[in-house]
């Protein structure tokens, strides 16, 4: 099992920067591909980044390269999303998944554990 927890979430005028955080605990935390999902009011849960655990190759969906980036300390079990240049677009629920393959890491679906989310507001 592996539990996760998401901080850092807020409000920010657009334009501004937040870092996520999500706390991984339990058996081999360190050992699995570590991803950002977000949901906005009305849409599907929709992937944002993701980092594998066995070479911390990362990936991005469009709309955020050039302005998020994932990242993760193993010694302390964390994996981060900065985000920068925010939009009112990327006003949505943020939640931290992990899975333990490192394929078809923009499939929510095939996740095996998840956070409970943190709010990001981006005000115009």
């Known amino acids: 099992q592996v539990q996760l927890v998401e901080s850092g979430g807020g409000l920010v005028q657009a334009g501004g920067s937040l870092r996520l955080s999500c706390a991984a605990s339990?058996?081999?935390?360190?050992?699995?591909?570590m991803t950002w999902f977000r949901q906005a009011p009305g849409k599907e849960r929709e992937f944002v980044a993701a980092?594998?655990?066995?070479?911390?190759?990362?990936y991005y969906t469009e709309s955020v390269k050039g302005r998020f980036t994932i990242s993760r300390d193993n010694a302390e079990n964390t994996v981060y999303l900065q985000m920068n240049s925010l939009k009112p677009a990327d006003t949505a629920i943020y939640y931290c998944?992990?899975?333990?393959?490192?394929?078809?890491?923009?499939?929510?679906?095939?996740?095996?554990?998840w956070g409970q989310g943190t709010q990001v507001t981006v005000s115009s």
């Open positions: 980092v594998r655990w066995s070479d911390s190759r990362t």
């Open positions: 339990g058996r081999s935390a360190s050992r699995y591909a």
């Open positions: 998944a992990a899975k333990s393959s490192s394929w078809n890491l923009d499939k929510k679906d095939e996740y095996d554990y």
